[in-house]
T-cell receptor
Framework: GAGVSQSPSNKVTEKGKDVELRCDPI?????LYWYRQSLGQGLEFLIY????????KSGLPSDRFSAERTGGSVSTLTIQRTQQEDSAVYLC?????????????FGDGTRLSIL | DAKTTQPPSMDCAEGRAANLPCNHS???????VYWYRQIHSQGPQYIIH???NNETNEMASLIITEDRKSSTLILPHATLRDTAVYYC???????????????FGKGTKLSVIP
């Protein structure tokens, strides 16, 4: 079946602009996760959703970052007033739910470059 | 989550079995072992996971020692497309941040040689 889909695959924008990143999880997956990966670094957890609720937003780096999920499906990650340090690959993952050992499945990410 | 230790790199001849080790000596009873791999410019790809029994799927086999302090991922017939960084991750039970955050270490860079 279809995997996790993220768009756009690449985004180049100027410092100070807002960007919106989209994630379409695997159908039927109630849990959705956002991570980011900076060049040569490991994955950094940002936020996760169970349904439309985000019980843990502790990984969001600043109040410029926000995320929402609607209809228990699509999620958007928004970065306002982008800074150069926001440049990274933003990865989305989904799993059946967050209460079982079922694995997280990742999309190929959005590569964000801030000029 | 328990920490994991993996060798930084390994080579494997094409067509041979690749055996990737992982130590997780502080694993607790309700923690699962997961393996992912990441090929350059792609997202992490789930391979397999297990609790205490050995597991096999179409991609690989996972051998977990009886004391659960280490495991080995086996790719039975490595191909050039298996060249990637392989991550062994231990993920906790059903409450707390350790139950949903995946913590990727540095992994093992596997190079499959023609």
């Amino acid at each position: 079946g279809a995997g996790v889909s993220q768009s756009p695959s690449n985004k180049v924008t100027e410092k100070g602009k807002d960007v919106e990143l989209r994630c379409d999880p695997i159908s039927g997956h109630t849990a959705l996760y956002w991570y980011r990966q900076s060049l040569g670094q490991g994955l950094e957890f940002l936020i996760y959703f169970q349904g439309n609720s985000a019980p843990d937003k502790s990984g969001l780096p600043s109040d410029r970052f926000s995320a929402e999920r609607t209809g228990g499906s699509v999620s958007t990650l928004t970065i306002q007033r982008t800074q150069q340090e926001d440049s990274a690959v933003y990865l989305c993952a989904s799993s059946l739910d967050r209460f079982s050992p079922q694995p997280q499945h990742f999309g190929d990410g959005t590569r964000l470059s801030i000029l | 989550d328990a920490k994991t230790t993996q060798p930084p790199s390994m080579d494997c001849a094409e067509g041979r079995a690749a055996n990737l080790p992982c130590n997780h000596s502080t694993i607790s009873g309700n923690e699962y072992v997961y393996w992912y791999r990441q090929i350059h410019s792609q997202g992490p790809q789930y391979i397999i996971h297990g609790l205490k029994n050995n597991e096999t799927n179409e991609m690989a086999s996972l051998i977990i020692t009886e004391d659960r302090k280490s495991s080995t991922l086996i790719l039975p017939h490595a191909t050039l497309r298996d060249t990637a960084v392989y991550y062994c991750i231990v993920r906790g039970g059903y409450s707390g941040a350790g139950s949903y955050q995946l913590t990727f270490g540095k992994g093992t860079k596997l190079s499959v040689i023609p």
